[in-house]
């Protein structure tokens, strides 16, 4: 769905903090929503988090430094990094260009998924947290 010229993909849950999360089996793919990516503009650096690292909920996942700002990823689930998007060391614009595809941060192997997926939004309610945003 498109809410004020930003995608918002059903079928992932989000943070407030605009990360989003696709549940894959029993792994979890996060990144940063279309609403993120254009806030930050073009993305020139990724930070990426290591595989085997544990990590909670609302804690640092990595960062992403664009032309304008810097700006942490926050892990939206709590769990093991199971994997990160290597392209984006080379390629870090995927996240321009393709943020719920190919611009995606890392996967996590998630420790407590089920009470965690009910502070997150579904699309519908993060296209009016974002209306809401826009409207201040």
Not at 7 to 19: F, N, P, Q
Not at 59 to 78: D, F, I, M, N, R
Not at 112 to 122: Q, Y
Request: a negative charge; charged letters at 35%; aromatic letters at 8%.
């Amino acid at each position: 769905m498109d809410v004020e010229g930003y995608e918002i993909r059903e079928g992932l849950y989000y943070s407030k903090d605009h990360e989003w999360v696709r549940v894959e089996g029993d792994a979890c793919r996060v990144g940063i929503s279309d609403y993120a990516q254009k806030t930050l503009h073009e993305v020139v650096f990724a930070e990426l988090p290591e595989k085997g690292r544990k990590i909670s909920r609302a804690e640092t996942l990595g960062t992403l430094e664009s032309v304008k700002a810097v700006a942490e990823v926050y892990a939206p689930v709590s769990g093991e990094v199971v994997d990160v998007n290597e392209a984006l060391r080379e390629a870090p614009e995927l996240v321009n260009k393709s943020p719920y595809d190919e611009g995606w941060i890392a996967v996590i192997s998630p420790s407590n998924l089920k009470e965690e997926l009910e502070d997150l939004m579904d699309a519908e309610r993060y296209g009016e947290y974002i209306k809401e945003i826009l409207s201040k």
